[in-house]
């Protein structure tokens, strides 16, 4: 003989705080694109202290993993005349953000800055990536 289990009530108060532990664990995934350089030799590689900026609030998403990319201190080779792309997964946005900025926050020249990314239903982004000065 097989026992019914009937599906258990919760509590509003208890799925709303739910709800929100899922918007708080959300994850932002940035394709970078590198361009073509023709310059032979070209080294890349992305320090931990890189953060998605809300342009609307002093929230920063920290950078969570980095794929085909070496992490500072390690370099990666860049193809010669070829875009390089590499991807960063970031902590979430707060809901209401409605622009970002991608940037490399470093001790020397040089860090990656994407400007005023529009935000998507998706969180899932393609950047082409420049040096901030």
Same mark, same amino acid.
Not at 38 to 59: A, C, K, M, V
Not at 88 to 113: A, Q, W, Y
């Given at each position: 003989?097989?026992?019914?289990? @009937? %599906?258990? *009530? *919760? ?8 709800? @929100? %532990? /899922?918007?708080? &664990? ?6 970078? !694109?590198? $361009? ?5 030799? #070209? ?5 931990? +202290? =890189? ?10 998403? =920290? ?6 990319? +070496? ?5 990666? $080779? ?8 590499? =991807?960063? *997964? ?6 209401? !953000?409605?622009?970002?900025?991608? %940037?490399?926050?470093? $001790? &020397?020249?040089?860090?990656?800055? /994407?400007?005023?990314?529009?935000? #998507? +239903?998706?969180? *899932?982004?393609? /950047? %082409?990536?420049? &040096?901030?000065?």
């Amino acid at each position: 003989m097989s026992e019914t289990i @009937t %599906k258990p *009530i *919760i509590v509003k108060e208890i799925l709303e705080s739910l709800q @929100t %532990k /899922v918007e708080e &664990e959300k994850q932002v995934i940035v394709h970078c !694109c590198f $361009p073509a350089s023709p310059f032979l030799g #070209n080294l890349i590689r992305i320090w931990h +202290s =890189t953060y998605l900026f809300d342009n609307q609030s002093e929230h920063r998403s =920290t950078l969570i993993h980095a794929e085909n990319i +070496s992490i500072f201190p390690d370099w990666t $080779p860049v193809p010669f005349m070829r875009d390089f792309w590499f =991807t960063l *997964i970031f902590s979430g946005l707060p809901r209401d !953000c409605k622009t970002f900025d991608l %940037k490399e926050v470093i $001790p &020397e020249e040089g860090g990656f800055f /994407v400007e005023s990314i529009k935000r #998507n +239903s998706s969180d *899932i982004y393609r /950047v %082409k990536i420049s &040096e901030a000065y």
